[in-house]
């Protein structure tokens, strides 16, 4: 069955460091979200690509966080530098063209910042 | 200002019975509703979903009521079995804007005892 591949599953770093998340969609589809989910929380998107073009970066925290997809297929989300809020799972999702309401989440990156 | 409020953290249901999970939302535009169940330290997985033309849809053990007027929906497990246990996120969109975005509540932690 097709999924949504993400790495790493685990990130312990300090804070002021760079981190780095991976995700790699449901092969052909154009979507893709990366959604963060603080703990006790629901997940908040953070950023939407249709192909290899952000259609939405409002909620983005853009001094710190940068996301691209550059061959319109996987995707990276950088932190740098990181802070102790930012402790959180990273949640990439993506949807085909034939959409049928949900979107297909990736098994996520823990970060943990100390 | 949160938009879709599910304002139960945790329910406990007896295995067998029935488990009632609710979900208010404040955004008349949205027009597609989902639940997701999520396992710790997993990504959300697609349950369930209801368009506002519908008040009911089932599948399985699991159904959702949408009732508009009161912008509240629910989901039903008959019977709730121990496999049942995780958290369940209530999400919504509003399909006509072509964003697909999903917006989340915090989320409903369910636990089925045997």
């Known amino acids: 069955e097709a999924e949504v591949a993400q790495s790493p599953r685990y990130k312990i770093t300090e804070k002021s460091q760079a981190v780095a998340f991976w995700c790699d969609p449901i092969s052909g589809h154009a979507t893709l979200y990366w959604y963060r989910q603080i703990l006790g929380q629901g997940p908040e998107l953070l950023v939407q690509?249709?192909?290899?073009?952000?259609?939405?970066d409002s909620q983005l925290p853009k001094d710190r966080f940068s996301a691209e997809r550059l061959k319109g297929v996987d995707s990276t989300l950088k932190i740098q530098p990181a802070e102790l809020g930012d402790s959180a799972m990273y949640l990439c999702?993506?949807?085909?063209?034939?959409?049928?309401?949900?979107?297909?989440f990736g098994e996520g990156s823990r970060l943990t910042v100390l | 200002d949160q938009q879709v409020k599910q304002n139960s953290p945790s329910l406990s249901v007896q295995e067998g019975r029935i488990s009632i999970l609710n979900c208010d939302y404040t955004?008349?535009?949205?027009?597609?509703f989902l639940w997701y169940k999520k396992y710790p330290a997993e990504g959300p997985t697609f349950l369930i979903s209801i368009s506002s033309i519908k008040d009911k849809n089932e599948d399985g053990r699991f159904t959702v009521f949408l009732n508009k007027s009161a912008k509240h929906l629910s989901l039903h497990i008959v019977p709730s079995q121990p496999g049942d246990s995780a958290v369940y996120f209530c999400a919504a969109s509003v399909m006509g804007a072509g964003s697909y975005q999903l917006t989340f509540g915090k989320g409903t932690k369910l636990s089925v005892i045997p």
């Open positions: 999702a993506s949807k085909g063209a034939k959409y049928t309401g949900e979107l297909f």
């Open positions: 955004n008349s535009m949205f027009d597609y």
């Open positions: 690509f249709q192909d290899e073009s952000v259609v939405d």
